[in-house]
Nanobody
Framework: QVQLVESGGGLVQAGGSLRLSCEAS????????MGWFRQAPGKERDLVAS????????YYGDSVKGRFTISRDNARNTVYLQMNSLKPEDTGNYYC???????????????WGQGTQVTVSS
């Protein structure tokens, strides 16, 4: 069992930066791929980025490539999402997830956090 708690969301102006953190409980954190998802009001939840258990095989959604960076610290049971050059369309609730999807861009995750809200003003 893995419990996930996100933090770091908030209100930021367009062009600004935020860093999201997701801390996991449980001893098996480093056996899971970790993903960050985003859900805007009235839209489906989309995969933003994911990272393999060893920090490799990183995936980014097309809309965030070159602006967002995912990383993880297995010693701290934490995964991060550094978000730069934020745009109003990045607004949404950001969730972290743990699992072993079949592909780096897959959505099959087993454990989910409660989410943290990111709002980017224009």
């Amino acid at each position: 069992q893995v419990q996930l708690v996100e933090s770091g969301g908030g209100l930021v102006q367009a062009g600004g930066s935020l860093r999201l953190s997701c801390e996991a409980s449980g001893r098996t954190f480093n056996s899971y791929r970790m993903g960050w998802f985003r859900q805007a009001p009235g839209k489906e939840r989309d995969l933003v980025a994911s990272i393999a258990w060893n920090g490799g095989n990183i995936y980014y959604g097309d809309s965030v490539k070159g602006r967002f960076t995912i990383s993880r610290d297995n010693a701290r049971n934490t995964v991060y999402l550094q978000m730069n050059s934020l745009k109003p369309e990045d607004t949404g609730n950001y969730y972290c997830a743990a699992g072993n999807p079949r592909t780096a861009g897959g959505h099959e995750y087993d454990y989910w956090g409660q989410g943290t809200q990111v709002t980017v003003s224009s």
